[in-house]
């Protein structure tokens, strides 16, 4: 049984930052990629980010790319999202995910496991 719980999010200015956590109970988390995808009110699940299994490559959406950044600490069995420059169209609740391998990817079916949810709120 694999858990994901997540800590961090919350209420921030544009331009401000955050950090989402996301730690990792139940199997070997170094042997599988991680994932961020967010979901806004009214819109579906869209991807973020995603960092395989080492740490070595890492894989973002267009719409946050040179502003978020996705890593991983293997020895605390956790996945981080620093988020810079944020904009009001960050607002959304996000989600950690564990994908059923070790690659990267973007496709939310590939992910098995999913932690609770946070709520980022970006106000202008």
């Known amino acids: 049984q694999v858990q994901l719980v997540q800590s961090g999010g919350g209420l921030v200015q544009a331009g401000g930052s955050l950090r989402l956590s996301c730690a990792a109970f139940?199997?070997?988390?170094?042997?599988?990629?991680m994932g961020w995808f967010r979901q806004a009110p009214g819109k579906e699940r869209e991807f973020v980010a995603a960092?395989?299994?080492?740490?070595?490559?890492?894989y973002y959406a267009d719409s946050v790319k040179g502003r978020f950044t996705i890593s991983r600490d293997n020895a605390k069995n956790a996945v981080y999202l620093q988020m810079n420059s944020l904009k009001p169209e960050d607002t959304a609740v996000y989600y950690c995910?564990?994908?059923?391998?070790?690659?990267?990817?973007?496709?939310?079916?590939?992910?098995?496991?999913w932690g609770q949810g946070t709520q980022v709120t970006v106000s202008s």
């Open positions: 995910a564990q994908n059923r391998a070790s690659s990267t990817t973007s496709h939310a079916p590939s992910y098995g496991y």
């Open positions: 139940g199997r070997t988390f170094s042997d599988y990629a």
């Open positions: 960092i395989s299994w080492s740490g070595s490559s890492t």
